[in-house]
């Protein structure tokens, strides 16, 4: 009986254990409708596509940004990232095409996020009844990716000729953002996004200017 008693305290303290340990290692928080990341890995992917295309044909122009094609999550992101690129080539923006030399014309082909998952381990088990306790999912590892996509065509043409100054055809970038969890011991986190950010970081620590 006292051997029955003793491996019954041992169960129970391994699975409070387990639950401690890697009860919370899937948790996801966040007080906006989208987690901070997920705008991150649209935007860096957006900044990345944008930086393949090459302005330098319109350089000094007067331009007429038209974004009437543009129709994505987070567009007002890119039609602003679309506009201090143009202006750091020089390029003068005008609110109306007749006062315009250029036409610049932006349009995305797909901008969004996808997500996957490894899990290696035990799932929950629930215990026979009447006990409404479960044996917590065991996660020996787990490594969540995620991947922001965007693919955006710039087109640029001359206001009197029509003819095309700018043709990118496509620009495709993506961005990530991984994290490993092993034994729970807590999440590594890795990626483009996470590279961003961890030279932000760095960037606040040495006290230099975030403004660019």
Known sequence: MLTRAI????????????????????????????TGVEQLLISSAADKALDKVDLKPIAQAKVFLETKYLD?????????????????SGCTLVEKVEDA????????????????????GTSEIPLPPPSPVSIPRLALMER???????????????????????????????SDHRTTNLLGLGGISSGSVHQELASHDKDLDNGVPQLR
């Not at 994505?72 to 750091?88: A, E």
């Not at 250029?102 to 490894?118: I, K, P, W």
Request: include cysteine; charged fraction near 20%; hydrophobic fraction near 50%.
């Open 72 to 88: 994505c999550v987070d567009k007002n992101y890119i039609i602003v990232s679309m506009r201090q690129r143009l202006m750091r």
């Open 7 to 34: 491996r019954r305290l041992q169960a129970f303290f391994l699975l409070v254990w387990v639950g401690t340990t890697f009860g919370c290692a899937t948790m996801k928080h966040s007080d906006t409708a989208r």
């Open 101 to 120: 030399q250029v036409v610049v014309e932006v349009a995305s082909g797909g901008v969004g996020t996808d997500r996957n998952e490894l899990f290696l």
């Open 144 to 174: 969540k990716r995620a991947i922001g996509t965007a693919k955006i065509a710039v087109l640029a043409y001359d206001v009197k000729t029509k003819a095309a100054v700018i043709n990118s055809g496509f620009a495709l970038a993506r």
